[in-house]
């Protein structure tokens, strides 16, 4: 079972893994392959098996900037609140790509605004 953080159930709809560094990108690559062939997801608190895998990640947080910490647990907070979904919860992403494909643009203009990784994403707001 994959374990991703609020955050991420959205961006894995749009996101690759391009902009920090090769091993993270395969990371997110193989945690995109186990989620599309079926492998179900339980959302967690803090970071995840993407994180994992992130150079920036520090003594469990999040140093890609001085405020990132702080910026991904509100996004975190976002999401979950926008899916109707808790910590401990176990989801498809099947699922969780309809759910996404239904958010308004609005949505995503307040959610991705001021992310670091727009220039490497397909989110909706650049489409």
Not at 37 to 48: A, C, F, T
Not at 57 to 64: A, D, E, M, S
């Amino acid at each position: 079972m994959v374990k991703l953080r609020g955050h991420h159930l959205i961006c894995l709809n749009f996101y690759d893994g391009d902009g920090i560094d090769e091993r993270f990108k395969q990371n997110v690559e193989f945690i995109k392959k186990r989620l599309v062939e079926g492998e179900d997801i339980k959302i967690v608190e803090g970071p995840d098996d993407i994180c994992m895998e992130c150079k920036y990640l520090k003594n469990q947080i999040c140093n890609f900037s001085a405020d990132s910490e702080t910026e991904v647990k509100n996004l975190d907070e976002k999401a979950l609140k926008f899916l109707n979904l808790k910590k401990g919860v176990v989801v498809n992403f099947n699922e969780l790509k309809r759910k996404a494909s239904y958010a308004p643009l609005e949505f995503y203009k307040d959610f991705c605004n001021g992310c670091s990784f727009m220039e490497y994403c397909k989110c909706p707001v650049k489409i």
